[in-house]
């Protein structure tokens, strides 16, 4: 997700770091670079002009010239700036009860998909907070065969309820489906709309219709990142042919540049509540602007990192980790646990996304793959010990390293430098101790 400005505001931002002294020629040409990269982003002239010139304004008021660390206060100012550009605060994604919420986009753009993360995300936030929410999914498009089956099969998967309806018109299904949600107690109602390839009157007329009947709370938008600029036009057009609260856009995963959030942000002045950013029911994410500039600043992304660890790994074991870590008596066993941990949460190169800095160290794919391997190396190593080796590394001499190695199919240098990796790592835990401040690193 926006991985390339980020790539390129590093680089850029790579040449001033570190100087106690800006001339205003280096800061113009840097600005002037990063009016490149936004271009090259496929965010529309318009909104670049506006940015651009903000920052040169800012450039001159803030004094950053002859400020103490221009550099830094520069990034500062174009992470700021891109914070406001992407919707300042983020907007509030709870949805009220009871709610209708109607779900609108062109086809393929991931409407179906998105009420499925949709309804999976409100049933988690519920169960976090110890309630079960009344969910109901349904469909009214029949456009497309096998839509309202493929919604269907959605719903079993994130175990909410499914409705479908005798009707073959979309208003009167629509209103049924209403009805069946209103008699049945449930209190939110995800409907699924049919789309079209491109804009057009007929599906707008449709939307309307519905809109006149059921008049639900919430119309989302479901803009497909892919297809860039755009995607601003159909937002238009949704817009005026129907009207929406909301956009989320689909597909950040993919190789987008990210031009769209921009400009749909700039043009339509909505909030865009949440990302897609997988095929998978649990590839939505809330979109924070702050987190997503700091993001694109190359600052990572700690806080989405620690909300990830957080939901995969209860609490118990962070605790437990952390204090076998800090007491520097960790075992080989914790390094085991470890080792499970970063799986849980994800490949080395989705962790390493959100860590900040790394985004900017651009550590090559086959590194990290090279890192995953030797992460499932080391856990075939250590499955091969005996409890006690793990509890007491100190036992491993020549003929159980020996017998280990076998055991787990590779070769003793390869216990050997597990141990030596393990010993570094007892190492960085002391350093750790010294500055004693890796506990707030973790909120
Ligand atoms: N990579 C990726 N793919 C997605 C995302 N959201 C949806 N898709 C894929 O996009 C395709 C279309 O998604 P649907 O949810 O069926 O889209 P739709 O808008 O309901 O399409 P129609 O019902 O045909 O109008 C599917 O292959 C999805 O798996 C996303 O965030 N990332
Ligand atoms: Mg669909």
């Given at each position: 997700?926006?991985?390339?400005?980020?790539?390129?505001?590093?680089?850029?931002?790579?040449?001033?770091?570190?100087?106690?002294s800006l001339s205003k020629e280096s800061l113009d040409d840097v600005v002037q670079k990063v009016r490149d990269a936004l271009l090259e982003?496929?965010?529309?002239?318009?909104?670049?002009?506006?940015?651009?010139?903000?920052?040169?304004?800012?450039?001159?008021?803030?004094?950053?010239v002859s400020s103490l660390?221009?550099?830094?206060?520069?990034?500062?100012?174009?992470?700021?700036?891109?914070?406001?550009?992407?919707?300042?605060?983020p907007a509030t994604f709870s949805f009220q009860i009871p709610s209708l919420i109607m779900v609108m986009g062109l086809q393929g753009s991931g409407k179906t998909t998105t009420i499925a993360k949709l309804a999976l995300f409100v049933k988690k936030e519920a169960a976090k907070k110890?309630?079960?929410?009344?969910?109901?999914?349904?469909?009214v498009d029949f456009y497309r065969p096998a839509a309202v089956d493929q919604l269907e099969i959605l719903s079993k998967q994130v175990g909410v309820d499914f409705y479908r309806s005798s009707q073959s018109d979309p208003v009167r299904a629509a209103k049924d489906i209403a009805n069946y949600a209103k008699q049945n107690g449930y209190e939110h109602l995800f409907l699924d709309t049919a789309g079209r390839l491109h804009i057009d009157s007929q599906m707008l007329q449709e939307l309307r219709e519905?809109?006149?009947?059921?008049?639900?709370?919430?119309?989302?938008?479901?803009?497909?990142?892919?297809?860039g600029q755009e995607s601003l036009n159909v937002a238009r057009a949704f817009d005026q042919g129907v009207g929406f609260n909301s956009a989320i856009l689909s597909k950040l995963d993919s190789d987008t540049r990210g031009g769209a959030a921009f400009g749909f942000r700039y043009e339509l002045k909505k909030p865009i509540t949440f990302v897609g950013v997988g095929e998978k029911?649990?590839?939505?994410?809330?979109?924070?602007?702050?987190?997503?500039?700091?993001?694109?600043?190359?600052?990572?992304?700690?806080?989405?990192?620690?909300?990830?660890?957080?939901?995969?790994?209860?609490?118990?074991?962070q605790e437990s980790a952390y204090n076998s870590m800090m007491s520097g008596r960790m075992n080989l066993q914790d390094f085991s646990?470890?080792?499970?941990?970063?799986?849980k949460i994800g490949s080395l190169s989705q962790i390493a996304k959100?860590?900040?800095g790394m985004g900017n160290m651009n550590i090559p794919e086959e590194k990290m793959a090279q890192g995953e391997k030797e992460m499932i190396r080391f856990k075939a190593i250590i499955n091969s010990m005996t409890l006690k080796e793990r509890l007491m590394p100190q036992l491993l001499d020549g003929s159980r390293r020996k017998r280990i190695a076998k055991g787990a199919g590779v070769q003793v240098e390869d216990v050997n430098y597990l141990l030596k990796r393990f010993e570094e790592s007892q190492q960085y835990v002391k350093l750790f101790k010294k500055f004693g401040k890796l506990r707030n690193f973790f909120g």
């Open positions: 997700m926006f991985d390339f400005l980020t790539n390129k505001f590093s680089s850029i931002f790579s040449k001033i770091t570190g100087r106690g982003a496929d965010i529309p002239y318009k909104l670049v002009d506006a940015f651009v010139q903000d920052i040169r304004q800012a450039v001159e008021s803030q004094k950053i660390k221009p550099a830094e206060q520069f990034i500062k100012l174009i992470h700021d700036k891109l914070q406001e550009f992407l919707g300042g605060k110890n309630k079960n929410r009344r969910i109901l999914i349904g469909s519905i809109d006149a009947n059921l008049s639900p709370k919430y119309k989302i938008l479901v803009l497909d990142a892919m297809t029911v649990e590839d939505l994410q809330a979109f924070y602007p702050e987190r997503m500039a700091g993001r694109i600043i190359g600052m990572g992304d700690l806080s989405s990192l620690i909300e990830k660890a957080n939901e995969k790994i209860d609490q118990q074991d646990n470890q080792l499970d941990m970063v799986t959100y860590m900040p």
